[in-house]
Every structure is written in structure tokens, then in C-alpha cells.
């Protein structure tokens, strides 16, 4: 009976998204707008709000609510010092460089950021080698994503951890598949708000718990490195600095964060979405690393033979009544589910629109709209199915692999975006050195474990990057005019 009550809001939720997905599709179809921009970028017409939402639930994975968390229990408030550095990435993705990839998106009929990356280097080895990279490091991201999903759900309603990640995963798979980019954006909207009423019902089950935040701090005062910065030397400077670089500094790397800025409609949506987005993201990772210290006056041991991303399943399974617990499950789905659906579009489109699309209008009879819709959803489709086989045997402490995507993927495009939009002498060679350089360098790093003085990987691939990017920059040819004057106007 308890199971069955836990799981009724979980099924209704997933219907709702089930719903949203074919609602999307019909209000696509209605548009009468180019099937590629509305699929990939719902035609350009999202709101403040649903493009704020679409961004926190894009950045808020599993690994907020489930890996990180845990951590904090760990490592205590120290962790939660590192995870402050998000609150910021909404205000610098939609400030920096969010506005002139808009307006920059308008101006060549972009849909991906891919289209933005081949008109500013006017390079197809450097844009192929971008629809690569994307798609690999996505598809490590979405099976991470897939295996907290499941393993949460399979804590806590007592369920196969095979059968609740293929029940999940095949919805998220299927709304995204028909849905598109509106369908994703709708159903992060829902996901986002859903996020919100999970930290409340997770710091209710805490406090209630706990004795209330009296009892929790006493008991988490017998152990004071939990209360250090630090957390008693595991966390050095160097490497907070570091996770600070990966976590804030350089999501302006990041693809699908940054594909997002090609979808809202007007200056006032974006100037709207800064706020609304920097509010909910900072009671997100704050919020929720926070409860993960204050569980350890909840929990004070981790269970036998267990990992930390164990933590908030099971205070969710034994500290909250059946129907809540459902509820606090929906909420780690939800960013499950928006992570993975927003990754999923985006990797369907580097394939669809920058390989595919990109050659085949070379054929003398190019593929119509009624292909390319048919071929994008097959498309979608198989890449969160390939994704899902490789979380049926799930990778270990979830964060990591999480982190190792997001260093991947910054390495490869921080310097890319960053210097192409704002140097004028950043050319081809100089994009493609470095991010062949540095997704080596950091590939390497991780997995030779090469220490930097207790920094993360993530410094040694931002630096070769760097190091690279400058030097193809400068011996190579400079960019053509016609480009520098669509990119800086202003310098003309």
C-alpha cells in the first residue's frame, strides 16, 4: 500500500509530461513556422519566465539534488561554499554573451550553436568536430543523469532499478522526441517549479526529523571540520578555486546553456529571465546543498556498502510519509528528466541540422520538411535509447561523471565562444587547435589523475586551451572582413 502511494504522483506526473510533449507537438505544427527552427529552438518565442525555467532545469541535473547533496553531508558547509559559485551562471551566460548570440542567431537564421561557431571561424572541420564533441560528452551526461533518476526511484518506491529507469527514461524519451524544443521547454518549466516543492518537502522531512535547526546544529557541532571551509583539509583552495572555474566561470561554455539564448523572444524576455532565473537557481543549489549538511543530524552514518549519492533516498524513504516521498521524488525526476530531455535536443540537432542537414542539401534532391521531421524524432530517439543502455549498469558516484562532462565540454568551448565573440583576431586554426588541445589535455588529466596542485582538471584544459587558442590564433589566417563586420559591427 505505502509503495502504491508513492508512486501515484510519480505516474500522474509523468502523464502530465506525456501530455505537455503532444501538446507541444500540435502547437509546433500550427506555428506554419520552418520545422527546423521550431524543433530545435521553438521558433524563437519563449517568455521570461519558461525561458528562465528551461535554463535552471537545463543546469539543475540529478547530481543537484542527489550527488551533491551528498557530498555536503560529507564534506559539510564547505561544500556548500563551492556550490554557492552557480548562483551565478544564469546572470553571466544571459549577460555576457546570451544577448549577442540572440542577436547574432537572428541575423544568420541559426538554430544551433553550431551554426553560430561555422559562420563565426567559417570552418566545417571545426563545426564537425563541435557536432562530436557535443554528442559524446551528452550522451556520458544523460546516462548519468538516467542512473540517479533510477536509482532514487528505485529506493524509494521500492521498485527494480531496471524497471523505474526504463519507465522514466522512456517517457522523457518520447516527449522529447515529439515535443521538440517546446516541448523540452514546457515540460523544464513544470520540472523547475516541481524542483522548488521538492526543497521544501526535503527540508521538511529534516527538520521534522531533526528535532528541528537547534537539535541538527547541536549534533553536527560534535563534529567541528563539518563547520570549516575547508572541511578540514579535504577541500583545498586550490581546489575550490577550481571547482569554482568549472561550476561558474566556465558554463559560459556550455552548449546546451548557451543553445538556449537562441529561443527567447525579445530583450524584456531576456532581461526578465536574468532575474527570474538567478533567484530559482540560487534557492536550488543553495537550498538543497544546505539540507545535504543538515541530513547528517538526520543520518550521521552511511549506510553498509553504500556511496554518498545514497544520502537523500533514503532520509526520502524513511523520514517522509508515502504520498510526500512521491512528491519528493517527482522533484529529483524532474531534474533528471529536464536535464536529459534538454541535452537530448541538443545532441539530436548537432547531428540533424550540422551533419546531416549540412550535407545532404548538397544532393540534388535535398530532404523536405516531412523528412527531416520524421528523421529528427528517429534521431532523438535512438540517442536517449543508446543512453539509456549505458545506464543499465550505472557508472558510480554520479557527481563526477557529471563534472567530468561538464570539464569535457568547457574545454572544448569556453575559449571557442568567449574569444570568438569578443576577439577579433580569434580564427579557425586557432579554434580548432584548441579545442582538439584542450578536450586531449583534460581527457588526459582525468584519467592519469595528474594533480595541479590540488586544482581540478578542468585548469589544465582551460589552460592548454588557452595556450593554443592563442598561438593558431596568431599564426593563422585571419578571419575575413565580411565576417568581422556581421560579428563587430561596432568596430567598423
Given amino acids: ?19 505537455v510533449g503532444f501538446f507541444a507537438r500540435q502547437k509546433g505544427k500550427s506555428s506554419g513556422g520552418n520545422f527546423s527552427s521550431e524543433y530545435f529552438i521553438g521558433s524563437r518565442s519563449l517568455g521570461g519566465f519558461v525561458f528562465a525555467m528551461t535554463f535552471v532545469a537545463t543546469y539543475s541535473s540529478v547530481s543537484s539534488f542527489v550527488g551533491g547533496p551528498g557530498l555536503a553531508w ?32 537572428r541575423k544568420l537564421g541559426a538554430v544551433t550553436v553550431i551554426d553560430i561557431i561555422r559562420a563565426r571561424y567559417s570552418s566545417d572541420v571545426l563545426a564537425n568536430i563541435s557536432a562530436v564533441v557535443i554528442v ?36 522523457v524519451v518520447i516527449y522529447t522526441s515529439i515535443g521538440g524544443f517546446r516541448g523540452v521547454a514546457l515540460t523544464d518549466t513544470i520540472c523547475a517549479v516541481v524542483m522548488l516543492l521538492c526543497v521544501a518537502i526535503t527540508g521538511f522531512a ?46 559560459l561554455g556550455l552548449p546546451q546553456s548557451l543553445v538556449r539564448s537562441l529561443s527567447f523572444k ?4 531576456l532581461h526578465r529571465a536574468m532575474i527570474y532565473g538567478t533567484v530559482v537557481i540560487g534557492i536550488m543549489m543553495i537550498g538543497m546543498h544546505l539540507l545535504g549538511v543538515l541530513s547528517r543530524g538526520v543520518i550521521t552514518e552511511l549506510p553498509a556498502g553504500k556511496t554518498t549519492d545514497s544520502i ?36 539530436s540537432s548537432s547531428i540533424i541540422k550540422d551533419l546531416w542537414l549540412r550535407y545532404s542539401s548538397k544532393r540534388a ?14 534521431i532523438t530517439f535512438l540517442l536517449g535509447l543508446i543512453s539509456l543502455l549505458i545506464a543499465v549498469k550505472p557508472p558510480s558516484v554520479i557527481v563526477w561523471i557529471n563534472l567530468f562532462a561538464f570539464g569535457g565540454l568547457e574545454s572544448a568551448f569556453f575559449w571557442t565562444f568567449l574569444l570568438g565573440l569578443f576577439w577579433k583576431r580569434a580564427n579557425a586554426t586557432g579554434a580548432i587547435l584548441a579545442m582538439s588541445g584542450g578536450v586531449v589535455s583534460y581527457c588526459i588529466a582525468m584519467a592519469l589523475r595528474l594533480p595541479l596542485g590540488g586544482s581540478h582538471q578542468i585548469v589544465i584544459g582551460i589552460g592548454a586551451a588557452l595556450v593554443l587558442f592563442i598561438a593558431g590564433s596568431l599564426l593563422g589566417k585571419p578571419q575575413d572582413e565580411k565576417t568581422l563586420r556581421l560579428f563587430f559591427p561596432e568596430k567598423f
Fill in 266 to 269: 525579445d530583450s524584456r524576455a
Fill in 312 to 347: 537523500m533516498p533514503t532520509l526520502i524513504v524513511q523520514k517522509l510519509p508515502p504520498l510526500l516521498a512521491g512528491f519528493a521524488i517527482i522533484g529529483t525526476l524532474a531534474a533528471t528528466m529536464s536535464t536529459v530531455s534538454s541535452l537530448l535536443i541538443t545532441a
Fill in 365 to 378: 534532391a535535398p530532404p523536405n520538411d516531412r523528412q527531416i521531421r520524421r528523421f529528427s524524432m528517429l
Fill in 1 to 19: 500500500m505505502n509503495t502504491i502511494l508513492t508512486l501515484i504522483p510519480i505516474f500522474i506526473f509523468l502523464v502530465i509530461l506525456l501530455g
Fill in 206 to 251: 529534516i527538520l521534522h526529523s531533526g528535532g528541528g535547526l537547534a537539535g541538527i546544529m547541536k549534533k553536527i557541532n560534535t563534529e567541528p571540520v563539518l563547520l570549516e571551509v575547508r572541511s578540514g583539509g579535504r577541500l583545498s583552495v586550490p581546489f575550490l578555486l577550481s571547482q569554482w572555474l568549472l561550476c561558474g566561470v566556465c558554463t
Fill in 74 to 105: 560529507s564534506h559539510g558547509f564547505g561544500w556548500v561554499y563551492y556550490a554557492s559559485i552557480q548562483i551565478i551562471s544564469v546572470m553571466m551566460v544571459m549577460g555576457i554573451v546570451g544577448k549577442k548570440i540572440a542577436i547574432l542567431g
Fill in 136 to 171: 559524446v560528452f551528452f550522451t556520458a551526461m544523460m546516462a548519468a543523469q538516467y542512473t540517479g533518476g533510477a536509482n532514487l526511484f528505485a529506493a524509494a518506491a521500492n521498485v527494480d532499478y531496471t524497471a523505474g529507469l526504463a519507465l522514466f527514461a522512456i517517457v
